[in-house]
């Protein structure tokens, strides 16, 4: 199964945190998203569900974007798989340290801005604190490569479809078979 969304949103959720986009950036470098060290996918923040691969990790403009691979191979990832389905996709928390924050106190209700963080996983929740944190799924590299399609085809539309230069649609082309 494959799974994406905005593991963090920049919205401020029920805790009054307020993360921000480049927060990540340290934490993505560092740890990279593969191999023992790399940042995790698990299951309910518990460090002993890891549930697949993350794919993707991207700062964009409203958080940080994810793409990943839940492996059904194991038996608890299956599980979860299954509640995806039945749900119609399900949600995202992140687990992190504080690094850097500011307490905003002169808004009409105050929240912490976090400005940096140490990221260390990213998990499929039932309930996230932020409701702006929800999961699309697919069950098939056909459905994914739609999707990826679709979303080349929406970074193009500004310029009427068209990448601006040969080098702007050969480096979307090399995106999608790295699977972005």
């Given at each position: 199964?494959?799974?994406?969304?905005?593991?963090?949103?920049?919205?401020?959720?029920?805790?009054?945190?307020?993360?921000?986009?480049?927060?990540?950036?340290?934490?993505?470098?560092?740890?990279?998203?593969?191999?023992?060290?790399?940042?995790?996918?698990?299951?309910?923040?518990?460090?002993?569900?890891?549930?697949?691969?993350?794919?993707?990790?991207?700062?964009?403009?409203?958080?940080?974007?994810?793409?990943a691979e839940l492996d059904e191979g194991i038996s608890y990832a299956k599980d979860l798989a299954a509640a995806i389905r039945a749900n119609g996709g399900l949600s995202y928390s992140i687990g992190y340290r504080l690094v850097d924050v500011d307490f905003i106190d002169n808004a009409?209700?105050?929240?912490?801005?976090?400005?940096?963080?140490?990221?260390?996983?990213?998990?499929?929740?039932?309930?996230?604190?932020?409701?702006?944190?929800?999961?699309?799924?697919?069950?098939?590299?056909?459905?994914?490569?739609?999707?990826?399609?679709?979303?080349?085809?929406?970074?193009?539309?500004?310029?009427?479809?068209?990448?601006?230069?040969?080098?702007?649609?050969?480096?979307?082309?090399?995106?999608?078979?790295?699977?972005?």
């Amino acid at each position: 199964m494959f799974i994406e969304g905005y593991a963090s949103h920049i919205s401020i959720d029920s805790a009054r945190d307020m993360v921000l986009p480049s927060a990540f950036a340290d934490s993505i470098a560092k740890y990279g998203i593969s191999g023992p060290k790399g940042i995790k996918l698990l299951a309910y923040h518990d460090t002993r569900m890891p549930i697949g691969a993350i794919t993707k990790l991207e700062m964009r403009n409203s958080g940080l974007w994810m793409e990943a691979e839940l492996d059904e191979g194991i038996s608890y990832a299956k599980d979860l798989a299954a509640a995806i389905r039945a749900n119609g996709g399900l949600s995202y928390s992140i687990g992190y340290r504080l690094v850097d924050v500011d307490f905003i106190d002169n808004a009409p209700e105050p929240y912490f801005k976090i400005n940096k963080l140490d990221l260390r996983e990213i998990s499929v929740v039932t309930i996230p604190c932020n409701s702006e944190c929800v999961m699309a799924y697919s069950d098939s590299r056909e459905a994914k490569m739609l999707s990826d399609i679709r979303a080349m085809k929406a970074a193009f539309a500004p310029t009427g479809g068209m990448a601006q230069s040969m080098a702007e649609f050969k480096q979307a082309i090399k995106e999608l078979k790295n699977g972005r």
